[in-house]
């Protein structure tokens, strides 16, 4: 399937989990990719992926950093354009919510999950206007927006400003070309959810709290962020996609809210 031959990307967060299926996905389909992310491991995404990939480029750059940020949007604006912006990395306030998190806390998951999405979408839109060429931006939110757990307060917050964000840049790029839409992923396992669960994944001990009785994985989700990249999804703008297996439908108790925070 060659969908991106002949495109650029540009995916965030693309170490582990979900971006580097993102970014890998891509590629395999034809993008020359930047794959962006502060962990070293992003050196490692190219490995054994098909000869006849697309080729990634990884990028070290800490979203936090201004000056990181600057120079990424500076390659966004220039030419030639990237085509596909895909905003997935995150990062994550400690475990305990609005109690436990400090100004420090809070400067850096707005910095890393909803500035740098600004920045970098406001560059991108740039970068293909000048080039008068349509172009795709993914966002990343999330089911807790929808259904949130104790202790996850200032992720929470950023997510809910990232759906509107990609409202307001759909709006505001509608007649240029440039379409922006949001997944909303929950019930994945990824890196960050072994961490999230303790060490465990969704299902190693109990059914997870989805419709589908199943966990999702990383593919799943960078199918969806893969077609609402491409022309297949042309008439979609926009657009919030849950990525859950039905979990905002599901009344299965959900392990993470079984801790609670102590306020």
Not at 185 to 204: E, F, I, Q, Y
Not at 209 to 222: F, K
Request: proline content about 7%.
């Amino acid at each position: 399937m060659d969908t991106f031959t002949g495109k650029r990307a540009m995916v965030t967060g693309a170490a582990t989990g979900i971006g580097r299926a993102v970014a890998r996905m891509l590629a395999c389909r034809g993008a020359e990719v930047a794959a962006v992310d502060r962990d070293e491991e992003v050196t490692r995404i190219a490995a054994d992926m098909p000869e006849d990939a697309g080729p990634i480029e990884p990028v070290v750059a800490d979203l936090a950093d201004r000056a990181e940020l600057e120079r990424l949007a500076a390659r966004l604006s220039a030419q030639p354009a990237t085509d596909v912006l895909v905003n997935c990395a995150a990062a994550y306030p400690p475990r305990g919510g609005f109690p436990d998190a400090g100004i420090d806390d809070w400067e850096r998951v707005m910095r890393v999950n909803v500035i740098a999405m600004g920045v970098l979408s406001t560059a991108a839109a740039r970068g293909l206007l000048a080039a008068g060429r349509p172009g795709a931006i993914v966002n990343f939110g999330s089911l807790q927006e929808a259904m949130p757990v104790p202790g996850y307060g200032p992720y929470v917050t950023s997510k809910g400003a990232i759906t509107a964000a990609t409202a307001a840049l759909a709006l505001e790029l509608a007649d240029t070309g440039v379409r922006v839409n949001c997944v909303a992923p929950g019930v994945v396992n990824t890196p960050s959810t072994k961490a999230t669960l303790h060490g465990r994944m969704w299902g190693d001990e109990s059914v997870p709290p989805t419709l589908l009785g199943r966990a999702g994985t990383p593919d799943e989700v960078a199918e969806v962020v893969a077609f609402l990249a491409s022309d297949a999804a042309s008439f979609m703008t926009g657009a919030v996609v849950p990525v859950d297996g039905g979990r905002r439908l599901s009344r299965r108790p959900d392990p993470l809210g079984e801790t609670g925070v102590a306020w």
